[in-house]
């Protein structure tokens, strides 16, 4: 089975604060993707990458980076946090060949204070 | 840009079959999908069809495809409580795997 791991559950951190969310996927996946859902909106891409050191922004990358320096990781980054940012952040995978099965982690939900 | 609509809530009494709907504007959708999300749960995969088909089956769940008015329905017989879910209507483009979300319709299933 496909797993995708993501960091934490929860997460609670002060405005300013550098943010650090990881996702690692076990099966050798090309894609890798940051959302983040709120309720009544959905789910919404902030960025994604197709293969390692690559990235692309989706339709909601203020304030957000990423890194990928390796297959099966992929992180999200939130510079300097802001209350805006306050969300459940959901990461997801998939193979290149197979981009219709995407595989998504159980979440973290952020809270900036 | 793309667009994804549904309405955001839907009850039904256990036993009935539950109907959700999903509208988009992108007329060069590849893939429409339908994911379920449970309390406290990242996303999982029910289903998906291809956009040059007309209907497909799995079990429970029956997903029709109005190309032509752009609208895809979920129908899910004889409904369960453990079908009480979060469901999201997704459509992608072609090979990008970028997903584009509706809202999400809650389904509460009463016993």
């Known amino acids: 089975d496909v797993k995708v791991t993501q960091s934490s559950r929860y997460l609670v951190k002060r405005t300013g604060e550098k943010v650090f969310l990881e996702c690692v996927q076990d099966m050798d996946h090309e894609n890798m993707f940051w959302y983040r859902q709120d309720p009544g909106l959905g789910l919404r891409l902030i960025y994604f990458s197709y293969d390692v050191k690559m990235k692309e922004k989706g339709d909601i990358p203020e304030g957000y980076s990423v890194s990928r320096e390796k297959k099966e990781r992929f992180s999200l980054i939130l510079e300097s946090a802001s209350t805006n940012q306050t969300s459940m952040y959901l990461c997801?995978?998939?193979?290149?060949?197979?981009?219709?099965?995407?595989?998504f982690g159980p979440g973290t939900r952020l809270t900036v204070t | 840009g793309e667009d994804v609509e549904q309405s955001l809530f839907l009850s039904v009494r256990e036993g009935d079959s539950s109907v959700i709907n999903c509208t988009y504007t992108?007329?060069?959708?590849?893939?429409l999908y339908w994911y379920k999300q449970e309390p406290g749960a990242g996303l999982q995969l029910l289903t998906y069809i291809f956009s040059n088909m007309d209907m497909k089956q799995d079990q429970r769940l029956t997903v029709l495809l109005n190309k032509k008015d752009k609208h895809l329905s979920l129908r899910i017989a004889d409904t369960q409580t453990g079908d009480s879910a979060i469901y999201f209507c997704?459509?992608?483009?072609?090979?990008?795997?970028?997903?584009?979300f509706g809202q999400g319709t809650t389904l509460q299933v009463k016993p």
């Open positions: 992108d007329s060069s959708s590849t893939y």
């Open positions: 997801a995978s998939s193979a290149r060949d197979r981009v219709y099965e995407q595989y």
């Open positions: 997704a459509e992608s483009t072609g090979n990008t795997g970028k997903l584009i």
